[in-house]
T-cell receptor, first 113, second 117 residues
């Protein structure tokens, strides 16, 4: 079945540590790929997106993501986490044949001081 | 350029009442999506509209829910005879005209948090 999965429901890291949030998709053709962040009580903000080309994508707030076709993955990374990064992170896709954004279940990030 | 505007931000309704959620897309955007986020869950697609047309309502419950995007004015998500299970955050997103057949970005509003008591 076509889907977007985020295997980690909740991740806790210490401030200053590195971060990797996982995202896998299951679609026949490579979809457009996105990462959004949602702070508590807020809407969603786009961090970065991948359509084609260079598989390493730079986003806002120091985030980057790497597309790996062989693994059907689009993992989000940040070398040094700040306390303000604590939020919910959603991976999303727009399938080749689709018209809508399909979201993963989200990963909640907690940051320890 | 104002972002996607949703109102109200918070809405409390008693069981059996009607809830009307409004969404004004970004200027120049003619595509609107509605998503529902239940507590501790991700966003679930409900409906996709263009001006005066419902393009995809595959995520809408068959009863009590309806959506419109008139030629003038905001998009409206209407929930009739609300029940406690309708309590959720409802997000609207807008997108510009498609390029090459797919959407390249969606801009989200702050959401309307509906509480049914």
């Amino acid at each position: 079945a076509q889907s977007v999965t985020q295997p980690d429901i909740h991740i806790t890291v210490s401030e200053g540590a590195s971060l990797e949030l996982r995202c896998n998709y299951s679609y026949g053709a490579t979809p457009y790929l996105f990462w959004y962040v949602q702070s508590p009580g807020q809407g969603l903000q786009l961090l970065l997106k991948y359509f084609s080309g260079d598989t390493l994508v730079q986003g806002i707030k120091g985030f980057e993501a790497e597309f790996k076709r062989s693994q059907s993955s689009f993992n989000l990374r940040k070398p040094s986490v700040h306390w303000s990064d604590a939020a919910e992170y959603f991976c999303a896709v727009v399938p080749l044949e689709g018209q809508n954004f399909v979201f993963g279940p989200g990963t909640r990030l907690s940051v320890l001081p | 350029n104002a972002g996607v505007m949703q109102n109200p931000r918070h809405l409390v309704r008693r069981r059996g009442q009607e809830a009307r959620l409004r969404c004004s897309p970004m200027k120049g955007h003619s595509h609107v999506y509605w998503y529902r986020q239940l507590p501790e869950e991700g966003l679930k697609f409900m409906v996709y509209l263009q001006k005066e047309n419902i393009i995809d309502e595959s995520g809408m419950p068959k009863e009590r829910f309806s959506a419109e995007f008139p030629k003038e004015g905001p998009s409206i998500l209407r929930i009739q005879q609300v029940v406690r299970g309708d309590s959720a955050a409802y997000f609207c997103a807008s997108s510009p005209r498609r390029q090459g057949g797919r959407y390249t970005e969606a801009f989200f509003g702050q959401g309307t948090r509906l509480t049914v008591v």
